[in-house]
């Protein structure tokens, strides 16, 4: 059975400072897709990334970048100099492929509640 | 335009009742699925539907049934509300098969049971 854990139940940091939300996961599928999802006080779930399992590319995106490593079954999400408006919860998520090309739904880990004080 | 939209955003009921949430996506997606926030913020899947066919059905309570009268709708009918049904429920869709994508959330709606 998947299961993804993010072990950082809360993490607080002072502004600018750099973060990173760890997450591990667990699959028996060779082919799955890692997601990072932002949840702000207002609610919504907000995407962030998709990788699949034969990408194991780090990917930059502004203040963001993600590190997946298929040794450690990681794949962790760092915030550089971060900013109050980053404050929310992240969840990060994995998705089996299901043969004949089948719907799955998302595993979630149980967040980390990020708080970035000004 | 909203891409994954659900309704209501708020609904207070009472135990025992019988309610709807509706959802509604305009991505052309094969895939909608509705997922439980509980009071924790954990998140879990309860029931996904591809081309109107119930792909997973998670063990939830057989008062909770979704329906799907096509593949842009599908909604949510819990009867018998109790008090443990209170829960942020999130509504989501995706393609499906190897050009899957992100799963694309509504706003969610928060159901307190009284």
């Known amino acids: 059975a998947q299961k993804v854990t993010q072990a950082q139940t809360e993490i607080s940091v002072v502004e600018k400072e750099d973060v990173t939300l760890d997450c591990v996961y667990e699959?028996?599928?060779?082919?799955?897709?890692l997601f990072w999802y932002k949840q702000p006080p207002s609610g919504e779930l907000v995407f962030l990334i998709r990788r699949n399992s034969f990408d194991e590319q780090n990917e930059i995106s502004g203040r963001y970048s993600w590190n997946f490593q298929k040794s450690t079954s990681s794949f962790n999400f760092t915030i550089t100099a971060s900013q109050v408006v980053d404050s929310a919860v992240y969840f990060c998520?994995?998705?089996?492929?299901?043969?004949?090309?089948?719907?799955?739904?998302?595993?979630f880990g149980k967040g980390t509640h990020l708080i970035i004080q000004p | 335009d909203t891409a994954v939209s659900q309704t209501p955003k708020y609904l207070v009921t009472q135990m025992g009742n019988d309610k709807s949430i509706k959802c509604e996506q305009n991505?052309?997606?094969?895939?909608m699925y509705w997922y439980k926030q509980d009071s924790k913020k954990f998140l879990k899947i309860m029931f996904s539907y591809n081309n109107k066919e119930l792909i997973i059905n998670e063990t939830v309570p057989n008062r909770f049934s979704p329906k799907s009268p096509d593949k842009a709708h599908l909604n949510l009918h819990i009867n018998s509300l109790e008090l443990g049904d209170s829960a942020v429920y999130f509504c989501a869709s995706s393609l499906t098969g190897p050009l899957d994508g992100e799963a694309f959330f509504g706003q969610g709606t928060r159901l307190t049971v009284v």
């Open positions: 991505l052309g997606h094969d895939t």
């Open positions: 998520a994995l998705s089996e492929a299901v043969s004949g090309g089948g719907a799955d739904g998302l595993t």
């Open positions: 699959t028996r599928d060779t082919t799955y897709y």
